[in-house]
């Protein structure tokens, strides 16, 4: 029997990249999930996964999406037992000096509507099932939700609210609900960053880190995307964490204790 056996589990984000390889893990240990992402998986995917999974297409800044997702997982699986807010997008290290006010503005609206309201659409719209169910919300973080440089200064900002948002949500749900987090370091994904700042067609992969990995990552090497779903995993598992809320799992490879390097060795 799988580590989530009979868990009914609802996941922003997650058509592809790090939230895909959550559903996919989440499925074999025995769960069903129910996805919200603006775009379609591969049909390919989608009849891989089979009837353990249901695909609705949506905005996560839309707080209807979120319900109408929340009312799938009821309708369908009976309960909800854990909810997953995982989408998000990136700022490819803007700096506040590189845009002007205009940017700055449409970029904060776009970025934080996403990463930060989201979150907390999503949140509202599952609190009363997981209250039911006693059961748990689990965010994806970053590195750059404790440190500097792990984005620009929106990505970063929004990334520092999610760490409020966890801790005050654990805070107020307890004791029926657990709240925790992921926090990944660099990871080699299709995440794209805000239209506004005409970045939506540029993506993390596209970077290249992985052939500076051993001057950016104390570990030595970019860990796969699937090197980080046991965290969720372990965050979603009834029996695994019974005292844990309020956590945040830092799962970046040491950057957390050594910051960043730039390819020369240097501290930046």
């Known amino acids: 029997m799988g580590r989530l056996a009979g868990q009914s589990v609802y996941i922003t984000g997650a ?4 939230g895909l390889a959550i559903v996919r893990r989440f499925v074999a240990e025995g769960a069903r ?4 992402d603006r775009r379609k998986p591969d049909p390919d995917v989608a009849a891989a996964l089979g009837e353990a999974v249901r695909f609705l297409e949506g905005d996560v800044r839309d707080a209807a999406a979120h319900r109408g997702a929340v009312e799938t997982a009821l309708a369908q699986f ?5 909810f997953i807010g995982n989408a998000g997008i990136w700022d490819f290290n803007r700096s506040l000096r590189a845009m002007d006010a205009a ?12 990463n930060v309201l989201g979150y907390l659409l999503g949140a509202k719209a599952a609190a009363a099932a997981l209250a039911d169910s006693g059961g748990s919300m689990i965010f994806t973080l970053s590195n750059a939700a404790t ?10 900002a929004s990334k520092h609210a999610g760490l409020g948002i966890v801790r005050q949500l654990a805070y107020e749900l307890a004791p029926r ?9 660099a990871i080699l994904t299709g995440l794209s960053g805000p239209a506004s700042l005409g970045l939506d067609d540029q993506t993390i992969r596209s970077l290249g880190f992985e052939a500076v990995a051993d001057k950016i990552v104390p570990l030595g090497r970019i860990p796969e995307i699937e090197d980080y779903v046991p965290a969720y995993v372990f965050l979603a598992a009834r029996d695994e964490n019974v005292p844990a809320t309020g956590m945040v799992l830092r799962y970046d490879g040491g950057l957390s204790v050594r910051g960043f390097l730039s390819a020369n060795g240097d501290g930046q």
């Open 15 to 18: 058509a592809g990249g790090l």
């Open 33 to 36: 999930c129910v996805v919200l």
């Open 78 to 82: 009976g309960a909800l037992d854990c």
């Open 103 to 114: 940017a700055l503005e449409s970029g904060f609206h776009e970025l934080f509507g996403i």
């Open 147 to 156: 440190m500097s440089n792990g984005g620009g200064v929106l990505y970063t």
């Open 177 to 185: 609900v657990r709240v925790n987090a992921v926090a990944p370091g």
